[in-house]
């Protein structure tokens, strides 16, 4: 797709060979279950959503970096580019910028005027590469669990069936102390108090929203 020296750009959903070292490099930066990482990158298509991945030739691994870029909601001439990343020993090359003008190619390809995105850190770099400040978005997301009409079905008979019930079901008389419980004469011992809560100390992390028209 774009290739400079031993780098180049593809499309994930066209290697899906590269899925989980892809999962692997982002989980460098932003930590989490590989399982639920890949699920988020793998629904990667020609439209949107899509990820890209960076390779190169000369590493022992072939995934060097990675951007997604999302549909937003409610704007059909909007992109929003996320999880950007690029391996930790091979920034300060360029490579963020190789990504970032593949990820902007794609999003007018496929019909969006605007690119956005988020950072904490790398406010300087957008900047250089055209982004200034923007409105705060939300990606688009798919909702990929549907249930069948029987399966909708089923559920509310249960729902129905378990509202009709009591919320126990033995049949022991209204004035009968029930075995399992102990008897009014003995009730239990009052809990011990809860320890103090703990202080958290959390950093805090400003979040600037940036925009492109794209040309």
């Known amino acids: 797709m774009h290739a400079a020296g031993t780098f180049g750009v593809c499309y994930l959903h066209e290697r899906p060979d590269l ?49 997604r870029i999302m549909a937003v909601a409610g704007r059909g001439d909007a992109a929003l580019v996320e999880t950007v990343v690029v391996a930790a020993h091979l ?59 029987d399966q909708t079905e089923s559920l509310l008979e249960g729902l129905a069936g378990s509202a009709t019930q009591g919320p126990c079901s033995d049949h022991t008389a209204p004035n009968e102390p029930h075995p399992l419980l102990p008897s009014p004469e003995a009730p239990p011992p009052p809990a011990p108090p809860p320890p103090p809560p703990k202080v958290l100390e959390c950093p805090v992390v400003t979040v600037t929203w940036m925009k492109k028209d794209l040309a």
């Open 19 to 67: 899925l989980t070292e892809t999962g692997e490099l982002i989980n460098t930066e932003w930590p989490r279950s590989l399982a639920a990482r890949l699920a988020s990158i793998e629904g990667s298509s020609g439209a949107l959503p899509c990820s890209l991945v960076l390779t190169s030739q000369g590493e022992a691994g072939r995934v060097v970096g990675h951007a």
């Open 91 to 149: 920034r300060g090359r360029g490579l963020g910028r190789l990504l970032m003008e593949a990820a902007e190619k794609h999003a007018c390809k496929v019909g969006c005027s605007v690119v956005h995105l988020s950072t904490h850190d790398q406010l300087g770099f957008y900047t250089h590469l055209g982004y200034s400040s923007g409105p705060v978005v939300s990606p688009l997301r798919k909702c990929v669990a549907q249930l069948t009409t």
